[in-house]
């Protein structure tokens, strides 16, 4: 059997060592030693090292042999799961994927210079440590969120992450796996959705009983009580104002005329300020581009529907509205302060959820909620700044 340098170094450094300390013991000792026995104490010394170097090493290599197996058999788990895998190091850089996550992603199983924050999408002005939906500075066995393709493209997931322990270099390695939850999505897509066309449609009724009553109540007796004054000869001018502006505020419930006319940035600012509560903040810069009006009105409610579930839920103290635009996408968040949820905990979206979640994906977007009780809500919507042909 051929020997290793180090295993030739744990013989011979004993045997030397023996061999040194009885020469010294001969020659200065003061006790007289022949040369035979010095040899045959050298002898014994390196017999004893041979057999305990031997004993050693072989534990060694079994224990090597050990880990090779298991790692070989990890990676192989690795390469075989159907489940998109990823490594990442302590600087988020994932540093692999499995073949699974490459055909999920896009990206080689090497990508090189990938940041985590690449895949997600992260609060506008975040770090990628700070802001990162795929956060890993806390254990979370399973939560859901949304990751982007290579491609541009948004792809709902479950999640789940593990800490490794440090690998070669010392440092300390993640482990993400991704589950593609689309076609789940779909399907509970559909089932909500035919409960939110019921609810739209009750809501749609509800809404023409209440014009009805509207006009019946108020205009119409406005205008009869306008004919019955123009009979007695009485001035009619301040009740035809009067009657104007009812006609305008029932006209603005049911469409915003400066949405149309002005944009989205000045009809959301316009709905905060009509709330009445000065810390409702929009963030958006003022030459914000127009958009089609499906884009535009998509927004809008959305907007509506989300301040007005934290106001009513949440009670906030601070709630802002930031609106920002790429070249292929429009990208609007709704944060606040308040109370917060955990996700995890909801067995069924509420229907202001799930509307809003429709809308954003009606124009070929995604929508995404983040929050933790005591911390808050963020809401982030994501959708391309045309209208796709199939829309």
Not at 25 to 32: Q, T
Not at 120 to 133: K, L, T, Y
Not at 283 to 294: C, I, T
Not at 356 to 370: D, I, N, P, Q, T
Request: contains cysteine; proline residues 6%; hydrophobic residues 45%.
């Amino acid at each position: 059997m051929k020997m290793s340098s180090l295993q030739i170094l744990a013989i011979a450094a004993p045997t030397a060592g023996a061999a040194v300390f009885e020469v010294g013991l001969m020659l200065w000792g003061g006790k007289p030693i022949t040369w035979p026995e010095v040899l045959g104490r050298v002898a014994v010394m390196a017999v004893a090292s041979v057999a305990f170097s031997a004993v050693m090493f072989s534990l060694i290599e079994r224990m090597n042999a050990a880990i090779r197996s298991e790692r070989k058999r990890l990676e192989a788990m690795f390469e075989s799961s159907s489940e998109a895998v990823l490594l990442v190091n302590h600087e988020l850089e994932i540093t692999a994927l499995n073949p699974a996550a490459e055909a999920m992603l896009g990206y080689p199983a090497r990508p090189g210079e990938l940041k985590l924050c690449h895949l997600c999408v992260p609060p506008e002005g975040s770090s990628c440590r700070d802001g990162c939906p795929l956060d890993l500075s806390r254990p979370r066995p399973f939560f859901e969120s949304v990751v982007r393709h290579k491609g541009g493209g948004l792809l709902p997931v479950a999640v789940s992450t593990s800490a490794l322990p440090p690998g070669e270099d010392g440092q300390a390695e993640s482990m993400l796996t991704l589950v593609d939850i689309s076609r789940h999505r779909e399907k509970e897509h559909a089932r909500l959705s035919r409960l939110l066309t019921q609810k739209t449609m009750e809501a749609q009724e509800e809404e023409r009983r209440r014009l009805a009553r509207e006009l019946h109540d108020g205009v119409a007796q406005e205008l009869y009580g306008l004919k019955l004054a123009a009979r007695m000869g009485t001035p009619v001018e301040d009740k035809i104002s009067e009657i104007m502006d009812g006609v305008g505020r029932l006209a603005k419930s049911l469409w915003p005329p400066v949405l149309e006319k002005l944009g989205l940035v000045q009809a959301l600012r316009a709905h905060l300020d009509s709330l009445g509560q000065a810390d409702l903040v929009l963030e958006a810069r003022e030459s914000f581009p127009r958009l089609p009006m499906a884009v535009e009105a998509t927004l809008y409610r959305i907007a509506q529907e989300a301040v007005g579930n934290a106001l009513r839920h949440g009670s906030p103290a601070r709630l802002k509205v930031r609106l920002t635009e790429s070249a292929d996408e429009v990208r609007m968040e709704i944060e606040d302060d308040g109370r917060g949820f955990d996700p995890a905990s909801l067995t069924v979206e509420g229907l202001g959820l799930v509307g809003m979640r429709e809308r954003a994906e009606g124009l070929g977007g995604a929508l995404a909620v983040h929050s933790e009780p005591g911390c808050g809500t963020l809401v982030i919507v994501l959708v391309p700044r045309e209208v796709k042909a199939h829309v």
